[in-house]
């Protein structure tokens, strides 16, 4: 080929009048490939591209067309293209001329982008179809705390009925025990449900409604206060902390009762790790704890074991009770 | 209510011109003026050709000669109301000269519509004789006072801008 043609960007191919290939630029064999050598190998229309010569062959100038490349998809148009007929003595040969192509002389990345593009495209499928079940599946978690709670709220129920309906002041005394650690366990499911977030729930929310529980379970009227971080914690650690703080606030509502009973409930985190403190201003833990009391603390102690966490009881002007446990980063401060 | 008391000039023919103005004025500014005179050439050449063979077989000849091209061009020129004449005539060369475009003043601004003279002239003539180069040397489209379009017959070493025409060939494929 003419050295000019080397400043030519766009792949230049050169045709015998049969259509042989006699020649192409760099930018055509990166194209088309060095062992192109028919039109048959460039483009899909005989009938368009006998018509392109032919108009060629009938001007000096270069004319104008479009053709269709081998191995284009159909949403692909015909590439443009320039025909000039190439006359020397009394043979004639064809340069056909791809044109808008310039940045087809890097055919191996035009490759790689039509592939990422591809994958692109699979990718943001997929993600479309996971975000879809994952919304699916949200749909059917909270359903199922909705049952769980539905579920927990006729066991509520029956416990209470039976409780009613009998006699035996034992017997009374062990329904309002699990009516109390029932409710607590509603407590926590309810609030469940009610949060946005599946991961977890408000736990200073859930502290106060569980004061509540315990106030109106105790039938007595004693001031809870409540002092609690609004801190998120998930539902593996909501669960024991709702069963622990229950226990201890029914404790303390139960030996600080009198004229001036007072019971106090704070929730405070700090790096890592949250406390949380129920203090009543009863006459203190004895010695030896035993009885009922005793066995709530070691139900506390196996739920704090749990969660990872430590009971310290102590007397300082009542009872004092303090959990700390750790508090892990997917526990957060709820804005 | 009729409108066709209404002074709008505008008949098919006003329409048509205006339409093939608008046309290339547009293809002019989108594509530049050289880019839009080969897209011109595609459409000059399919026009010469329907022509050539419409004058052919009117006058059932295989092939004009120089004489007939001459008349055959001038004669078509004026059916579409294009006034040109012969203005030179040489063993060499026909010079055709006009004072009037078929376009009439559409034609103004858009020197792109030459190439359908030029293709025409030069298909007609290439197709019957073998070879022209067709050289505009005035336009009414440029701005000229008329067009004169000189129509060389052989070949020159020094063809200088001038687009030439040949008869065309149909080339036979090998499928490979």
């Given at each position: 080929m003419h050295p000019i043609a080397k400043l030519i960007r766009e792949p230049v191919v050169v045709f015998a009048d049969d259509g042989h290939i006699i020649d192409m630029n760099r930018p055509a064999r990166l194209r088309f490939g060095e062992s192109a050598n028919s039109w048959r190998q460039l483009f899909a229309d005989l009938e368009g591209f006998q018509n392109l010569l032919e108009r060629a062959s009938g001007t000096s100038d270069p004319v104008l067309g479009a053709l269709r490349l081998i191995g284009s998809v159909p949403s692909e148009p015909d590439a443009k293209v320039e025909a000039l007929a190439l006359r020397e003595g009394g043979a004639i040969g064809y340069a056909v001329k791809l044109r808008d192509v310039v940045g087809d002389q890097f055919p191996a990345l035009t490759a790689q982008v039509r592939e990422l593009n591809g994958e692109v495209a699979v990718r943001r499928r997929i993600q479309a179809e996971l975000e879809e079940s994952l919304a699916h599946n949200k749909v059917l978690y909270r359903e199922l705390q909705h049952r769980v709670k539905n579920h927990l709220q006729m066991i509520l129920a029956l416990v209470s009925t039976a409780g009613r309906e009998s006699d035996d002041p034992g017997r009374k005394q062990f329904v309002k025990m699990l009516q109390s650690k029932l409710s607590a366990l509603f407590d926590a499911q309810r609030l469940m449900y009610s949060?946005?977030?599946?991961d977890g729930l408000r736990v200073d929310q859930m502290l106060s409604a569980l004061a509540e529980t315990v106030q109106s379970l105790a039938g007595v009227r004693i001031a809870i206060v409540v002092r609690a971080e609004p801190v998120i914690a998930p539902n593996d650690l909501a669960f024991p902390l709702a069963l622990i703080a229950n226990e201890l606030l029914t404790n303390a509502v139960k030996y600080a009762a009198g004229p001036e009973a007072a019971v106090s409930l704070d929730f405070v985190r700090s790096e890592g790790e949250a406390v949380l403190t129920v203090r009543d201003n009863g006459p203190g833990f004895a010695p030896a704890a035993s009885g009922p009391t005793s066995s709530g603390l070691g139900l506390v102690r196996g739920l704090c074991r749990q969660i990872g966490g430590h009971l310290a009881i102590k007397s300082d002007g009542g009872a004092v009770a303090v959990v700390s446990f750790p508090l892990s980063e997917a526990s957060h401060a709820a804005v | 209510m009729s409108l066709d008391h209404l002074d709008i000039d505008l008949e098919r023919d006003m329409f048509l011109r205006t339409l093939l103005r608008e046309l290339s004025g547009a293809l002019q500014d989108v594509v530049g003026l050289e880019e839009a005179s080969g897209y011109i050439s595609v459409v000059g050449a399919a026009v010469g050709k329907a022509l050539d063979e419409k004058y052919r077989a009117a006058l059932a000849v295989d092939r004009l000669s120089a004489e007939q091209v001459a008349q055959v061009l001038v004669d078509l020129k004026q059916r579409i109301k294009g006034d040109f004449y012969v203005a030179e005539q040489r063993e060499d060369r026909i010079v055709f000269a006009s004072n009037?475009?078929?376009f009439g003043e559409f034609v103004a601004g858009r020197p792109a519509l030459c190439m359908m003279t030029s293709n025409v002239f030069g298909h007609v003539t290439g197709e019957n004789l073998g070879y022209a180069r067709v050289q505009i040397d005035k336009a009414i489209a440029r701005g000229d006072p008329g067009c004169r379009v000189t129509v060389y017959l052989t070949p020159n070493q020094d063809g200088g801008e001038a687009r030439e025409y040949f008869r065309r060939v149909r080339p036979e494929l090998a499928d490979l």
């Open positions: 949060e946005e977030s599946a | 009037s475009c078929p």
